[in-house]
């Protein structure tokens, strides 16, 4: 890794190098808090399985040992087999791009059925990590009970649109998200951008759900990124401030 870094280091300008030898220290940072963990703390972990598998016990030991309180985990494309189709033809033209029928490409049901266990392998494994997550003794609690899980995805389909994009918050997060709820936002902004097969009206930008992320943390923060865009219609949409319904 350390080679990686040097050759890394040779591309970049004198900003790209700062960041880089920072990232690094931050790292070594981490080493350094792992070999000072306590007795009380079991850093061992069975590394069999799939790496989702394998980093959901990363994710629990890291937090149940507190050598960070917030963990970003982007997990990988599966690939067909994994959730019982062939390997041919591809995820993307195969069966993601076909799945939904939103005038883009030919619909197919059967990879519409195929999206379908494809998103059910990624909810096993995020349920499974709650479960570690609630496992482990925390106060009065557990330490999902002090967590807020976020499972979000890029595209609101698979024919990449940003249109109901799904999120899942669990955990209790010390009470700071309404849990046990289910809320979809109506499509009242229209869209921004001039794009084939999008619809012309939309939900709340996804950034205000960053915002409420950040006062889950305890920031008072009122923008994620742009404050603002600007729409066809010549009006402006804002994208300050937190999505109350999904608070407390």
Not at 178 to 189: K, N
Not at 224 to 245: A, K, M, N
Request: proline fraction near 7%.
């Amino acid at each position: 890794v350390a080679d990686e870094y040097q050759a890394a280091s040779r591309e970049l300008g004198v900003e790209g190098r700062r960041k880089l030898e920072l990232h690094a220290q931050l790292l070594r940072d981490l080493e350094t808090r792992l070999a000072r963990t306590g007795p009380s703390c079991d850093l061992a972990y069975d590394d069999a399985g799939h790496v989702v598998d394998v980093w959901n016990r990363i994710i629990t030991l890291v937090l149940a040992c507190d050598l960070s309180r917030v963990v970003t985990f982007l997990a990988p494309i599966i690939e067909p087999p994994d959730f019982g189709y062939p390997a041919v033809p591809g995820l993307h033209e195969g069966y993601a791009h076909t799945s939904f029928d939103d005038g883009s490409a030919p619909f197919v049901p059967d990879a519409e059925h195929a999206m379908m266990l494809y998103n059910k392998w990624y909810a096993t494994r995020f349920a499974s990590l709650l479960s570690q997550l609630d496992a482990v003794a925390e106060g009065g609690g557990t330490l999902l009970d002090h967590a807020n899980v976020v499972w979000l995805k890029e595209l609101g389909t698979a024919t990449h649109q940003h249109v109901d994009v799904p999120v899942v918050v669990a955990g209790g997060g010390d009470g700071f998200f309404r849990t046990g709820t289910y809320v979809r936002y109506p499509h009242t902004v229209p869209t921004p951008y001039d794009m084939r097969h999008t619809p012309a009206f939309i939900g709340p930008g996804l950034s205000r759900f960053h915002v409420t992320c950040m006062r889950a943390m305890g920031l008072d923060a009122t923008t994620f990124g742009q404050p603002s865009i600007p729409l066809r219609d010549g009006t402006t949409h804002w994208l300050r401030d937190p999505l109350v319904e999904t608070m407390v």
